[in-house]
């Protein structure tokens, strides 16, 4: 955008300049006034990059770096520079330095020859012929296919790896530890480097070997001529060192003269292996049309040494005569012909077969399998027969060719692999390729297919053209010592072995090149700190150290001496190279890295994987021995770089799969909680810095060594005050500290830094984020607060309570080490002493760990391990040590046992008043509204004032205990932070806990002042009267503050739970100081802090808002519901009424003290709540409906003593089946309702009255009483649902109950209209079964109420107990009365005997068919028995979804169906029989019983009013009279149904 200039803005030519009258582009830089601002605007003046002018600095322009991003290399200094250096050396310091040429070669000349030069080897022209030989043509193919396949495989990982980006000089190094990362880079760097170095002493011990051998034999130092076995063997390695280590020397001092010769002759040796395999060739189609003449002399089926004999024969014809030949002079005495000679000479005869037949010849059918043999055994051809007797000794042996090794099929493998070797030439040469990304994967692949062909090619002719002793001829001894493949070649065996010495030359030399350079990229990466000064040499970079160290290894191979020894060591090396670069590329193929992508597309990691595979297997293959030593070395150096390296981060592969583990690892963690075996702390250690971001505490990572010991995780934490952008980099200054501090202390973990606007949050945030998933803290590590006692520090003290409430809120351990400062260094040693543990509480084993912990570092471990526990007046001592040693036994833990005993004493003055101020402080500070800082001012003149009336009021005691006791009880908490290295915090409970009370008062546990003497030293008496008076006397000048300081009053008042844990840490901490006064550290255990931060309770969280409703309405349906429906007798209303009032109070309190005792009794105290209110109500239920069974035929008295004896029968088999058969019975269908039915009629049974069975005058109704027994059956209808929900779990339970009973309610008051009007003869509806079958839904649902049964289900249980009800009252009635002498009056076995078995068998079925996929989890809160039991997994999995359940029984649907039917009749049972020895006590003459012309009648028990026996008219009627004596068909009713949970 261009901006006009206004005529206010200057121009460039000075104030009054118009300038060219040309809009001008305005600077970039906005109030650009300085300097260097004016340059930039200048330097950035119409670039139009104004928007990213304060990023220049760091991130410059994508046009300034594009070339060289394009150009990049990062390649060190190659063996062409060092050649261009040299040649620079001589040149003039003024001359000006020529630019480097770039790289210009291609894929021909950099990569597919340097490939071919290498792969092709001296094992090709030494071995590959006896190999053939010895294995045959199939295994020998086997072979070279294996090893070739293997190649492959790794070329393609390597194409891979080389065009995913530049590759450096260095080759496989660079790739791998690039891919891998350092230490498998240096592993490998090494292992390739040694395998380097022995690959160029088995070139030269070839070269020697072909020297020796077959070019000038006559230069050997040691002669062989004449030698046999051990000494000829032992002549030729001799030989071997000599010249191995000649030949070494002049090669080492070419390569360090310069590397240009080398390079110079690289063409020559190239052109010699080529020549040599096209003369190999040539030979093999010579063969074809013209088979060379090489005989080979077999004496019997044994091949001869060729030399010292001319012809192949015993005896010749000449001049008509016979003559012996050299041959018969060798294995006989004399040259006649009846000289003695070898046995096996004179047994079999001497034949000469064609060395190599040719191509067309067929012997390659003779070829096609292997031959292996042992160590001297003799060169035999197949086909030919000999004879030869065994038992005669071979004499000769020297004559005959013989295997110079034992054979077999993994020496071949070891042998081979040498020889596809040198993969890497061209990967190595990358610094010089024009285009390295193209050229290396077609060069190299092309390099290995072409070498592949030729190699198993000549598997084949070999074993198509040559015999199989020459072929199993090592050394060509059969074929007058030429070398074997030199015999197959045209047009001479000469062009073979010079076109192979030089070869094998060349290739010496390029080992000794390569190796030293490769020693020095590795050493130049300081990943191996012993390695660096190979990484030096001379000015022009040549490595010169490291060109010494490699002749120096390479020595090592020549004196081994032995090619087939050597090539197996340096195949090691190879093979684990190869196996790291394909492990590398599957490593990155699997991970996905983002900068994985590579141009070489023809890669996979199931290829990788097997090309790993295969290397490994052929490491085995080769030589086990051998592998194991390869992998041992590059263990080793593995581990050194990884414990003494330099650290590199090259984003490498490891790290790649470290990440993908730890997120695997930490998925799985999070699958399910740990369990209890696996459980160790994990560690967060909470520092505090001053402010120069130093660490206050070092002493707590000492100690959080000596716990961990490097195992396990441990975050460092801290926090720094202020914000994000403003405090940045005193949080990474910080971090760098605690780092620091870390490696100083050993400590292997994580450090963490979180700023925060106030210490507080800081922490807070710690706790809670800390760690990630399932690899979390949980276990808190913070210093005692080392100032708490200054009320200039309270907030110091005020955050350690917070982390405190925190840490036990997160379900963590919380360790307070005290006296930080005092604590053993990593250094430090204990030779003797103690370590104290304190088990005072259970806490899972934490305590027993910790010690055993600190035992296994070397600062604790001579300490031992003495464990206290405190044990109560009514413990046995003796048992519990027994016990604890035992215990401990289990637990494999040494320790020394002892049992203290604290038993009750007199708390003491010091005691009450620490505890007052405590609890008064809040409010005296609410009273005073004072200000925060006030406030905190106040709150210590309240400590130091309540401290000096003690002194006061008690001056003599003082001085006397302090004279007695202070040696001996010198508080922990008054040591001096110096001197103290105890972990004891016996404050710490009591401390906390006020603080919770007292949330206001931030100082409160600074009470205890620090120049003052222990309290529990000065005051060790008891508050008597007299010290009260004498108090009171000795002071009356502090009347004016005795509202706030006169203690006794206020004493009085106290809550007395506070005072007792006051008191417990007083005398606690007396105990502990005299045991454990020597101990060099103590250990104890305290419980958390109350989760009431504010000591403030909630009104509306009091249980009484949630239970008093139902409480309220059940004792509408007692004291009114059944009130009413027991007075539907005409003459009998009061009575009904007021007997049900006074059984129903004596009732309830009768049944609080019963449950109370067997059910809410603790130390001797019946614990009375609501919930005792409505359970006692259920039991007086239970007496009330057995009273409908007796109704109108009782005394008060007889009354009252049925309910004294009902309550305990039923409070004890209450208490029995919720025990011990552990039923479900919500709505109380078996504790109450069965019950309570065949309670009553056991007790009818036994009053059984035969003038009753006829009816009785009096046993009728009025409209007035069945109008208000209607109003009694209305109250218990609207407040059954509340009956039967009172104690059923909140919520959905609950909620369910409410509506299951409403149901049930509804369909039996519906079907008891019908069945009523149905059942009447008149069609009309009873008064009788509205007042109760209307009811008999509200029983039958009971049993199931709060289960998942369908709205259906509890409306069809409630007509099928409303039609039961009705026929029982209908017909079973009647019959119970006149055959089995049951009057039951108010028909209770109908309305809840009946109803409950209906009810019951319904709970039993909903329990059967109750299952998870249905209930969910909630299954184990409604079922609470089924919840599996302690210990169970399933369990912990169940509490991660239902917080607080609480472990079960782990019963079965049935088990659990079983337990209910055994409860039903149990109960039955119990209270038949209870029911029957009551009756027998109500029998008793003096409980008054009314007699039968009496009963029915209120004029017996009250002043009835004149008008009560009047009619409608007021005249009493007596049709009415006549017609009532003679009803007899009134049907018996009340019903009360009541259910209960308990």
Same mark, same amino acid.
């Given at each position: ?20 009258? !040309? ?92 490939? =071919? ?100 034999? @006559? ?24 010249? *191995? ?274 020693? @020095? ?31 120096? =290894? ?56 097997? *090309? ?379 401390? =906390? ?108 969280? !009091? ?60 130390? *001797? ?176 649902? *009971? ?63 909903? =329990? ?135």
């Amino acid at each position: 955008m261009l901006n006009n200039m206004t005529d206010t803005e200057e121009g460039e030519g000075g104030p009054n300049s118009q300038g060219d009258g !040309n809009p001008k582009e305005s600077s970039p830089f906005i109030n650009s006034s300085s300097a260097s601002d004016v340059e930039k605007s200048q330097q950035y003046d119409g670039k139009n990059m104004a928007l990213f002018e304060e990023e220049m600095d760091n991130s410059p322009m994508v046009s300034s770096i594009l070339s060289s991003l394009a150009n990049y290399s990062n390649l060190p200094q190659g063996s062409k520079e060092h050649e261009e250096a040299e040649n620079e050396e001589g040149a003039a310091p003024s001359k000006k330095k020529p630019a480097v040429k770039a790289p210009s070669l291609g894929t021909l000349m950099g990569v597919y020859l340097p490939c =071919i030069q290498n792969i092709f080897g001296v094992i090709l022209f030494l071995r590959m012929t006896w190999m053939v030989g010895i294995g045959g043509v199939f295994g020998s193919f086997f072979i070279v296919f294996m090893c070739c396949s293997t190649t492959m495989l790794t070329a393609i990982s390597m194409s891979a790896i080389a065009t995913n980006g530049v590759v450096p000089a260095g080759g496989s190094y660079y790739m791998i530890s690039r891919s891998l990362g350092p230490e498998f880079g240096g592993a490998v760097g090494i292992c390739f480097y040694l395998g380097t170095t022995f690959a160029g002493a088995m070139y030269i011990l070839g070269a020697i070997e072909l020297l020796l051998v077959y070019i000038l034999p @006559q230069a050997a130092i040691f002669k062989m001529e004449g030698l046999e076995g051990a000494e000829m063997e032992a002549a030729m390695l001799n030989n071997m060192r000599v010249y *191995g280590t000649i030949v070494l020397s002049f090669m080492a001092t070419v390569v360090f003269v310069g590397v240009k010769y080398v390079n110079k002759l690289a063409l020559v040796f190239l052109a010699c292996v080529i020549l040599s395999i096209l003369a190999v060739y040539a030979g093999v189609i010579k063969t074809a049309i013209e088979p060379p003449v090489f005989p080979v002399c077999i004496l019997g089926n044994r091949t001869l040494i060729s030399k010292g004999f001319d012809v192949c024969a015993k005896v010749i014809e000449q001049d008509n005569g016979t003559i012996t030949t050299k041959l018969w002079r060798i294995f006989c005495d004399s040259e006649f012909l009846n000289a003695t000679c070898d046995e096996y000479f004179a047994n079999n005869n001497v034949s000469e077969i064609q060395g190599i037949p040719g191509v067309t010849s067929g012997i390659l059918a003779e070829n096609l399998f292997g031959y292996y043999l042992e160590k001297g055994d003799f060169l035999e051809k197949r086909g030919l027969s000999a004879v030869q007797d065994q038992e005669v000794p071979i004499t000769n042996s020297n004559r005959y060719v013989l295997a110079d090794i034992t054979s077999f099929f993994t020496l071949l493998v070891g042998i081979y692999f040498p020889s596809v070797t040198g993969i890497m030439a061209g990967s190595n040469r990358s610094g010089d390729l024009r285009n390295a990304q193209r050229s290396i994967p077609i060069g190299t692949i092309a390099a290995i297919t072409t070498t592949s062909t030729v190699y198993m090619s000549a598997v084949v002719l070999f074993g198509a053209c040559i015999e199989g002793v020459v072929l199993r001829d090592k050394f060509g001894e059969g074929v007058n010592g030429n070398l074997v493949i030199g015999t197959l070649a045209w047009p001479s065996p000469w062009v073979i072995v010079i076109g192979s010495f030089f070869s094998t030359c060349g290739a010496g030399l390029q080992s000794l090149t390569g190796a030293p350079r490769l020693l @020095q990229a590795i050493s130049r990466d300081s990943v191996i700190p012993f390695l660096k000064v190979f990484g030096q040499g001379k000015a022009n970079g040549e490595p010169t150290w490291a060109l010494l160290l490699t002749a120096s =290894i390479c020595e090592i191979g020549i004196i081994i001496a032995s090619l087939d020894a050597v090539a197996p060591i340096l195949s090691m090396f190879f093979l684990m190279c190869y196996m790291f670069v394909n492990l590398a590329c599957a490593l990155q193929t699997l991970l996905r890295t983002p900068n994985w992508r590579p141009r070489f597309k023809f890669y996979h990691w199931a290829l990788s994987f097997l *090309g790993m595979s295969l290397c490994l297997s052929l490491m085995f293959i080769c030589s086990w021995y051998y592998a194991i030593v390869a992998m041992v070395i590059a263990t080793c150096i593995y581990k050194y770089i990884e414990f003494a390296g330099a650290e590199k981060e090259w984003g490498d592969g490891i790290r790649g799969i470290s990440l993908s583990a730890a997120r695997y690892a930490l998925m799985r963690l999070e699958e399910g909680p740990p369990h209890t075996k696996n459980w160790r702390p994990q560690i967060l250690v909470l520092l505090s810095m001053d402010a120069e971001q130093n660490v206050e505490q070092p002493r707590l990572l000492s100690l959080t060594n000596q716990l961990k010991a490097g195992k396990g995780l441990t975050i460092v934490g801290t926090s720094v005050v202020g914000t994000f952008l403003n405090n940045h980099a005193e949080a990474q200054k910080a971090e760098q500290s605690l780092r620091k501090l870390m490696e100083t202390e050993k400590v292997k973990g994580f450090s963490q830094v979180v700023i925060s606007s106030n210490l507080r949050d800081g922490t807070s945030h710690l706790i809670q984020v800390g760690g990630l998933g399932g690899l979390k803290h949980n276990t808190v590590l913070v210093s005692w607060p080392r100032t708490w006692k200054q009320p200039e520090d309270n907030l110091r003290f005020r955050n350690f309570i917070e982390v405190v409430r925190e840490t036990t809120a997160a379900n963590m351990a919380l360790l307070v080490p005290k006296n930080i400062a005092a604590y053993p260094s990593n250094g430090e040693r204990f030779t003797e002493g103690h370590i104290d543990v304190w088990w005072i509480v259970h806490d899972g084993g934490m305590l027993m760990l910790l010690p055993f912990l600190l035992r296994q570092h070397k600062v604790w471990r001579k300490c031992k391990m003495r464990i206290f526990t405190v044990a109560q007046m009514d413990d046995n001592s003796i048992q519990m040590k027994k016990d604890l040693i035992t215990f401990l036994y289990h637990l494999r833990i040494d320790a020394e046992v002892e049992v203290v005993e604290m038993h009750d004493s007199d708390i003491s003055a010091y005691t009450y008043e620490k505890t007052l101020v405590m609890e008064q402080r809040s409010q005296i500070l609410k009273q005073m509204h004072l200000t925060k800082n006030e406030m905190e001012r106040e709150i210590q003149s309240i400590t130091d004032s309540s401290r000096g009336s003690i002194r006061r009021n008690n001056p003599s005691n003082l001085c006397s205990q302090k004279s007695t006791d202070e040696p001996a009880g010198v508080s922990v908490e008054e040591k001096p932070e110096e001197e103290s290295v105890a972990v004891s915090r016996p404050k710490q409970v009591q401390l =906390i806990q006020n603080k919770n009370a007292t949330p206001t008062s931030p100082t409160s546990p600074t009470t205890p002042a620090g120049g003052a003497a222990t309290p529990g030293q000065e005051m060790q008496m008891t508050w008597t009267d007299k010290a009260e008076n004498q108090a009171a006397a000795a002071h009356p000048e502090q009347g004016g503050v005795k509202d706030i300081f006169n203690m006794k009053p206020e004493w009085e008042s106290l809550n007395q739970s506070n005072v007792r844990r006051m008191h417990t840490a007083l005398r606690l901490n007396e105990v502990i100081m005299k045991k454990s006064k020597e101990a060099k550290l103590v250990l104890l255990n305290m419980p958390g802090p109350p989760k009431n931060r504010n000591n403030e309770t909630k009104p509306m969280d !009091n249980s009484l808002y949630k239970n008093y409703p139902f409480f309220a309405d059940i004792q509408v349906m007692i004291f009114i519901g059944f009130g009413c429906l027991l007075a539907f007798f005409r003459l009998y209303g009061f009575s009904g009424m007021v007997f049900n009032f006074l059984t129903a109070t004596f009732a309830i309190q009768w049944a609080i003290l019963v449950q109370g005792y067997f059910q809410f009794s603790n130390d *001797g105290k019946i614990h009375l709540g609501v919930i005792n209110l409505i359970n006692a109500e259920f039991a007086c239920a239970v007496v009330l409906i057995s009273f409908g069974a007796v109704l109108g035929k009782t005394s008060p008295v007889q009354l009252l003593v049925m309910a004294l004896l009902e309550v305990p029968v039923f409070a004890v088999t209450e208490w029995a089946v919720l025990k011990y058969l552990r039923i479900n019975d919500a709505g109380g269908s078996i504790l109450i309702h069965l019950f309570a039915c065949y309670f009553g009629l056991g007790v009818t049974f036994i009053l059984y009255r035969p003038g009753l069975n006829d009816g009785h005058a009096k046993e009728n109704t009025s409209y007035q009483s069945d109008i208000l027994s209607v109003m009694g059956t209305l109250f218990l209808w609207v407040f059954w649902p509340s009956f039967n929900s009172a104690l059923t779990l909140k919520g959905d339970d609950q909620h369910r109950a409410v509506l299951h009973t409403f149901i049930g309610l509804s369909s039996s008051t519906l079907t008891a209209f019908a069945l009523s009007a149905m059942l009447n003869k008149n069609g009309k509806i009873t008064m009788a079964d509205i007042q109760n079958v209307t009811l008999a839904g509200g029983v039958t649902v *009971g049993a199931s109420v709060d289960m998942m049964i369908t709205p259906a289900v509890a409306y069809a249980l409630g007509v099928i107990g409303c039609t039961a009800c009705m026929l029982g009252y209908k017909y079973l009635s009647p019959f119970l009365a006149r055959r089995l002498w049951i009057q039951d009056q108010c028909g209770i076995h109908n309305l809840h005997g009946l109803t409950g078995l209906i009810s019951c068998t319904a709970g039993i079925c909903a =329990i059967l068919t109750a299952s998870e996929e249905v209930y969910g989890p909630s299954m184990y809160e409604i079922f609470s028995h089924r919840a599996p039991v302690d210990g169970d997994p399933r369990l912990l999995e169940l509490q991660q979804l239902i917080p607080g359940l609480q472990p079960g029984l782990g019963r079965s649907a049935k088990q659990q169906a079983l337990y209910q039917l055994a409860a039903v009749f149990s109960t039955i049972i119990i209270a038949a029989l209870g029911g029957l020895l009551t009756g027998c006590v109500l029998k008793l003459p003096f409980l008054a019983s009314p007699p039968d012309e009496l009963c029915f009648d209120d004029e017996l028990f009250f002043n009835v009013p004149p008008d009560c026996q009047m009619g409608l008219n007021g005249q009493i009627r007596s049709e009415d009279l006549e017609s009532k004596a003679t009803q007899q068909s009134k049907e018996p009713f009340i019903n009360t149904n009541l259910t209960t949970t308990v």
